[in-house]
């Protein structure tokens, strides 16, 4: 019996430290949080702002075992992560097992080695309640928030929406920057290159240094270039030093590794998670950029011994942001001396780790710029070329450069030949590019975080979690924005000639980048005019401070709560009761063959175009959008375009054809079977050879591969990947499997594995009366049609074991489920008939109020 318990988040972390730890020590893992606020209901006292925490259903079992191991310890080691969240995890835990304070100890580390863990258990402290306050602060502000706007906009806008403090404004910023692009208005003007050469005929690329706006000016700039001798008119080197970034924190490494390995934010931190659970680096969240003293010393120790002395340059580093915990540090590895791993996505992450730590703590790189003017006295602007040299490759040893696209394509500086003041140059070419203005980029994952950051919205805790939600909303994806075609004009000036060309050039294209969808749109116009304070930016960085106060105990929690709802809640009301509600509606103009009004506004099932008032006797008429069209943007012709759908083709093999678009995107249908049509493609193209084309396609796509006992086997890929069909039942093809090669031993591993687990499914079942007893992830269950219900305990307080729920009778089962929702069995009425409409009388009507004219 182990004499001390610790207690950790995750089984990778408990194995880890384990292995450092000596018999005395038995390491378990919670699975990050063991209680938390009810997944049903708000869970909080609205007087006192108590939470009313439970135990999550799938760690009632692990809190039991939990439990059992503290009654055999001695002493209990808390050794959750040492942010908040980790702080409240070990609150969780000690108020959770009745842990004495005699017999808990807090221990923080913020790397999982040897040393660390040792030290961290020579010196234990007590929670930090300012920090668990912190923490609950913030649960319980998020948590009333959701609950109490929500509903909101289910009356509003749309049924199961949702709305979240951080969530709404990072939606707010994807939305203001798509609003910001469409207003933008382009602005033209014509940028002079040119490329000269020197005695030695080698070249010299520079640009002119100021554009022209109109296409003459640029013509006869030209033109006055063919007459004139050219001249290097100065030659300026400048000496210049560049320095490394500091090491990362969690927003800068979301940012490099987006950049650098094309890692999104989730992934990253779920890698690096990963990489701090088996001891690689430090603590991943933080938002600091301090080394500890012995890791400065590891660092030049192994820039010496690899590039030497010349190379190393220690120095700390001091984090601007007032709110940065600078007893954390950045994240770096926890051994320089390892300096890659096996796992290749993990070594990725690690080696951007190590070199960016190491560039930190190495020299200044050392270069040499040189300007070269060329030009003559008769042009009234001159040519300038810039180029530079590394005189010493400092920390771009370890690290390199890696240039944005903007910068590649603005400063292309290379090494330049030399030349004297005086010399005479020729031209190779000279041309005039006629070039736009462009707007603010659309938002990446990594630019969300840095911009995030930079308002002093959330923390380096909810950076993904945030992203990752507005995704799963769907108020923004990162769907592909065709690129549009515009004529852009060339003039070139080459042996004593000048040429003009008209050329085609895309614009306006975009991929994965932030996009909102037509609902992101609405809830955030609608929240933005209902509910200003709780979207405006300064607004939520000022919450962020508050949670700060709170951790370093400047301010009492429920004090900041009371304040807060003060004012939330009596606004929640107001917008509740006298709100309009939101459809994102807009006129679009009058159909020509009825007279109608035409609409683009988000319905029931999405964006859509209608024709007609809804109040009217005769129902208006509907066409759903295609991807890539938007409420906000689309043209009247082109919404009037979407009523020529569905449309009829001849039939094939005997079957109907139509097509049409539909809730998942444009379709092809063949009898009863829907094949989507391509990404891309235009519906309204898809003529009979087309279709055909398609059907013929979805045909060798369904044939069947192979077959299991008599059985086709057939495959294709869907919502949750790659799968085979046997009969009625679908099987997911795991990635270990070469899908687009499967041999027919796969397939029978594949099918019997997916038998054998539908044997196991069941325990007892009642087909005519939907009901079912059966195995579960976390225990047996009940499933009265697709409701699951609990399976309660016998009368002696124990539970059923399973051979015993073999036995149980259908009967026994019904007073289950009657117990716990007891309107499961109750019939549902018909609905009244209804009655008759009232006959029209002659009485004069008010007439109705007119619709606003159609927008030009």
């Known amino acids: 019996m182990s004499k001390n318990l610790v207690i950790v988040e995750s089984p990778a972390k408990a194995k880890t430290i384990q292995k450092y730890l000596g018999k005395d020590f038995e390491v378990k893992s919670s699975f990050g949080h063991i209680r938390d606020l009810p997944k049903k209901g708000m869970g909080i006292d609205l007087e006192t702002f108590s939470p009313d925490y439970e135990v999550s259903a799938d760690k009632k079992k692990l809190v039991t075992e939990l439990k059992s191991a503290v009654k055999k310890a001695e002493m209990v080691w808390l050794a959750s992560d040492e942010d908040r969240e980790g702080e409240a995890i070990a609150w ?21 080695t040897k040393n660390a863990i040792l030290k961290a258990i020579e010196n234990p402290r007590d929670i930090d309640q300012n920090l668990v306050n912190a923490q609950q602060a913030r649960r319980v502000l998020d948590r009333i928030v959701g609950f109490e706007m929500s509903p909101v906009l289910w009356k509003k806008v749309k049924p199961g929406l949702s709305a979240g403090r951080v969530q709404s404004v990072a939606v707010r910023l994807v939305v203001e920057r798509e609003k910001e692009i469409r207003e933008f208005t382009p602005k033209a003007s014509f ?284 108020y923004v994806d990162k769907r592909e924005i065709e690129p549009h075609t515009r004529e852009v ?34 809830v955030n116009d609608f929240l933005t005019d209902n509910f200003t304070e709780i979207l405006d ?70 964006a859509m175009i209608q024709v007609g008032e809804t109040e009217d006797e005769e ?69 009979q050879k087309r279709a055909e084309e398609i059907i013929a396609e979805k045909k060798v796509a369904d044939a069947p591969i192979a077959s299991y006992k008599g059985e086709p086997i057939t495959k294709g890929s869907g919502r949750f990947g790659p799968f085979i069909k046997y009969k009625s039942i679908f099987i997911n093809v795991p990635k270990k499997y070469n899908f687009e090669n499967l041999s027919q031993s796969d397939i029978n591993e594949l099918v019997e594995a997916k038998l054998e687990k539908e044997a196991n499914r069941y325990i007892q079942q009642w087909e005519a009366e939907k009901i079912s007893i059966e195995n579960a992830r976390w225990g047996p269950i009940v499933k009265h049609g697709k409701n699951i219900y609990k399976i309660p305990k016998k009368k002696d307080d124990t539970k059923y074991e399973a051979d015993e729920l073999k036995d149980v009778s259908i009967d026994e089962v019904k007073k289950w489920i009657t117990a716990q929702d007891p309107k499961a069995f109750a019939e549902k009425k018909k609905p009244a008939a209804k009655k008759p409409a009232a006959k029209k009388t002659t009485t004069a009507k008010k007439a109705p109020a007119k619709k606003p004219a159609a927008k030009k």
Not at 623 to 643: C, H, K, R, V
């Open 489 to 522: 004009v060339k003039i070139s000036l080459a042996n004593d000639k000048i040429k003009k060309e008209v050329l085609d050039e895309k614009f306006g294209g975009d991929k994965n980048k932030f996009v909102p969808t037509d609902i992101g749109e609405v």
């Open 191 to 474: 940028k002079l290159d040119g490329i000269f050469l020197n005695k030695a005929t080698q070249e010299i690329a520079a640009k002119l240094k100021k554009d022209f706006e109109k296409e003459e000016e640029a013509e006869k700039f030209l033109e006055l270039a063919k007459t004139v001798e050219f001249k290097v008119l100065n030659v300026e080197t400048k000496p210049g030093s560049r320095s490394a970034s500091a090491p990362f924190t969690t927003s800068t490494l979301q940012q490099e590794a987006s950049s650098r390995l094309g890692y999104n934010v989730t992934n990253t931190m779920r890698l690096a998670q990963r990489l701090y659970e088996e001891g690689f680096i430090t603590y991943m969240r933080t938002d600091s950029v301090n080394l500890s003293q012995e890791a400065i010393e590891g660092a030049k120790k192994q820039i010496v011994s690899e590039y030497g002395a010349e190379y190393s340059a220690p120095r700390n580093y001091t984090t601007k942001s007032s709110s940065a915990q600078e007893a954390h540090e950045a994240i770096r590895p926890t051994d320089f001396s390892v300096k890659s791993i096996s796992d290749v996505q993990l070594s990725k992450l690690y080696q951007l780790i190590y070199r960016r730590t190491l560039a930190s703590q190495m020299a200044n790189a050392k270069i040499e710029k040189t300007v070269i003017e060329i030009g003559n006295a008769k042009l009234p602007q001159h040519f300038e070329a810039q180029g530079e040299v590394i005189i010493f490759d400092g920390f771009l040893k370890a690290y390199g450069i890696v240039k944005t696209e903007e910068e590649d394509e603005e400063n292309n500086e290379k090494l330049l030949p030399k030349v004297t003041v005086g010399e005479v140059l020729s031209y190779k070419k000279i041309t005039a590019q006629e070039k736009f203005t462009r707007p603010s980029a659309r938002y990446t994952e990594a630019g969300l975080v840095r911009k995030l950051e930079e308002l002093g919205i959330g923390r380096p805790s909810t950076y993904a979690p945030t992203i990752q939600t507005i995704q799963n909303r769907e």
């Open 619 to 687: 129902k208006p008429a509907f066409a759903s959008l295609m991807s890539g069209q938007n409420i906000a943007t689309i043209t009247f012709d082109d919404a009037l375009e979407l009523f020529k759908l569905p449309f009829d083709l001849n039939e094939v093999d005997g079957q109907t054809v139509s097509v049409g678009v539909g809730r998942f995107g444009p379709y092809v249908k063949w009898g009863e079977t829907y094949i989507s049509i391509p990404k891309g493609e235009d519906p309204l193209s898809v003529d």
């Open 537 to 606: 930016y300064g607004f939520t960085a000022r919450v962020e401070e508050s949670f700060d106060e709170i951790a370093s105990g400047a301010q009492k929690w429920k004090e900041m709560m009371t304040n807060f709802y003060s004012k939330f809640h009596p606004r929640i009301a107001d917008v509740e009761e006298n709100a309009d509600r939101a459809n994102g509606e807009r006129l679009l103009g009058v159909d020509p063959k009825t007279g109608k009004n035409v609409y683009a506004r988000i319905g029931r099932f999405g």
């Open 92 to 112: 969780h835990l000690a108020d959770e097992l009745k842990l004495k304070p005699e017999n808990r100890k807090r221990i923080v580390f913020h790397e999982i």
